[in-house]
């Protein structure tokens, strides 16, 4: 626990000196133009870590609704894992294969890393800043999920052991007990969240986000996660990306559809209901 610690407390520091602004880099300069950039990854990530800090009301109340609504999720975990299992074999072997292999974090990288390296070379900033904010956003919500992991320690459905049993508190990961929350569904919808800021058409984001959720739902269908883990994984995800999309809007001069409607998420509850309302 004190190793854990000690690692929790360099974080902070690192991100802390990494908070300073980052120079503008000098044009026509590849190699300046990527330190530029690879500094922006980690600041977005400082930034992102630091955001609850300066959290007011509004803030506060949508965490709120988020701890009530996984709570909530929580409470039919076990129900809705057996649901799921009543019809698991009918879901096609390549829409598992995608799951399992697109939340991936080494396939993961490779796709952002392209993203960016198209950008940067062809000198397309919006493409780089696209890649910037897809590698950020990642490499923050992966260390997060694996230092939780570690910490809460929550029983997989495939343990065999229910929704509610536990073993905390781990400097060394525990398999099977490493639910929570759910790497797979937090990178593959951080993608589809944040490609989807290239577009204005809803039916274009509503079809990206769809496509990002299929991760996280086959986790739960082969037993790797509870859904109340992806539904956390996946609202957190859209949050890091938020504020990492927000930190940059500062160090680049390339936006992201400025005259589009903003996109709102909101928990729905009801007689025997829960679930995640998106109005475009």
């Known amino acids: 626990m004190e190793k854990l610690a000690s690692i929790l407390v360099l974080l902070c520091f690192s991100f802390n000196a ?22 922006n990854v980690f600041n977005g990530m400082g930034y992102s870590y630091s955001r609850p800090a300066h959290w007011q009301g509004e803030q506060w109340g949508n965490f709120g609704m988020l701890t009530a609504g996984t709570l909530a999720l929580f409470l039919v975990d076990d129900e ?30 490779m796709f952002t890393g392209a993203v960016y390296l198209t950008g940067l070379f062809t000198k397309n900033e919006k493409l780089r800043r696209t890649g910037v904010l897809l590698i950020s956003s990642a490499t923050a919500g992966g260390l997060l999920q694996q230092v939780s992991k570690r910490i809460v320690g929550r029983a997989r459905p495939k343990s065999g052991d229910s929704s509610g049993t536990f073993d905390p508190i781990h400097l060394d990961r525990v398999f099977n007990y490493d639910s929570f929350p759910s790497g797979h569904a937090m990178l ?60 940059l809007d500062k160090k680049y001069s390339e936006k992201y559809n400025d005259t589009r409607k903003e996109v709102d998420w909101s928990l729905q509850f009801g007689l025997n209901t829960v679930g995640v309302s998106v109005s475009f």
């Open 80 to 109: 809705v894992y057996n649901w799921t299992q009543e019809w698991e074999e009918d879901v096609p072997q390549s829409i598992k294969d995608y799951g399992h292999k697109y939340g991936n974090p080494n396939n993961n990288y």
């Open 188 to 247: 593959a919808f951080s993608n589809a969240y944040a490609i989807g800021k290239q577009f204005k058409s809803p039916w274009i984001k509503a079809g990206l986000y769809t496509v990002g959720m299929i991760p996280g739902m086959v986790r739960v269908l082969d037993g790797f996660h509870w859904i109340s883990d992806v539904a956390f994984s996946t609202a957190l995800s859209i949050f890091i990306v938020e504020s990492i999309d927000k930190y």
């Open 18 to 39: 990494l908070a300073q602004d980052v120079p503008g880099p000098k044009k026509d300069k590849l190699w300046n133009e990527f330190t530029y950039d690879m500094g």
